[in-house]
């Protein structure tokens, strides 16, 4: 019984390496068209997810990502997007009926390094986001117009198509992190902000950088049992975006719920559901604000799946998963897709139990 007990603890410290893939890695990745300045944030929804707050095993870590997203809206997220790069005027934009797609394949760099000295009695951990990747906004329009002549009113219209595509790295994201556990009780606190180097133009449909930096908070909770492999995660943030210096706008302040629930049916095998809730909690601002308030939403859930494979020394992580928008307002809507592969140290293995000595006396 002690010896069964022992190696469902390891396996249970195995499954802690799957916050790795999202806490390891911050939920900020520039995003083809999402929400803010022309649709686009600092925070992207659905980084965080299962073990998000579980302990992580002390050492350096990398995790490589793919992110797939396919999005797609009209009416004033288009026409945002047309006034930011100053293809049309407000005015002539209230003519105009649009519609955006958008398609981004990006990949990640995230080395890491986990303290094994406490910290405030948690545990510290220091990560940095190098993305990369290929961005492809397009814009189909229809613009009406009407000319008042005398008595009469001559009306028309003209169609036209625009599309752009960026390949290139985007912004630096650091992240600092600290996390406590207590029994099946697992807490963190984060912060992170965006350093603006990378690819980005204010004339272009498609970007791969923000343009300007912005501050990020919050705090995560996981229930994780090891006996029963039961496991369910919440992470909670707000970002403070700065003013973007190349057309003085402002995005508002967004708040941002990820969750995850999920169950290891093995010791090495994960199933479960994921979601996020993204909500702009202020108005955008600046003298370059040329749209208004522009107040975003995006409610969505998905599927995930996770495998464990034991290395030696080092452990590996793979999981999958996949989200479907709803209840999109003034954000485009649609679907998209993380793989993630964590490499990090493996889990320590408990002493074996050893059996008293008895003692013999004459």
Known sequence: MVKKRAYRWSASCSAYLAAG???????VVPQSASADEGGVSFWVPGFF????????QPGFAMTSMYYHTSVSASASVARA????????????????????DANADLGFFIPSYTFEPKVLGGQL??????????????VDATLNAALLVGPFVLTGSRHYSISDATTGFGDLIPQASLRWNAGVN?????????IPTGDYDPTRLANIGLGHGALDGG????????????ELSAVAGFTYNYENPDTNYQNGTDFHLDWGTSKFLTK????????????????????GDRVGCFESRVTSVGAQLGYIVPMGAVQAYFNLKAYKEFESEHRPEGWNVWLTLNLSPAASTPPPATTPRHMYTK
């Not at 893939?21 to 939920?27: E, F, I, P, R």
């Not at 997007?81 to 955006?100: H, Y």
């Not at 996020?276 to 108005?283: A, I, K, W």
């Open 81 to 100: 997007r047309e006034i930011e790069v100053r293809r049309l005027t407000a005015t002539i934009a209230a003519n105009v009926s649009a519609d955006l």
């Open 125 to 138: 951990t220091f990560s940095l986001l190098v993305p990369y990747g290929r961005n492809h906004v397009s």
């Open 49 to 56: 997810g299962s073990l998000a707050a579980a302990p992580l």
């Open 186 to 194: 697992n807490y963190m606190i984060y912060a992170t902000g965006d």
């Open 219 to 230: 705090f995560g909770y996981t229930y994780f049992n090891p006996q029963t492999g039961n």
């Open 268 to 287: 090495q095998f994960q199933i479960g559901l994921v979601g996020y809730l993204y909500d702009q909690v202020s108005c955008d601002s600046g003298t």
């Open 21 to 27: 893939v999202v806490a390891a890695a911050l939920a």
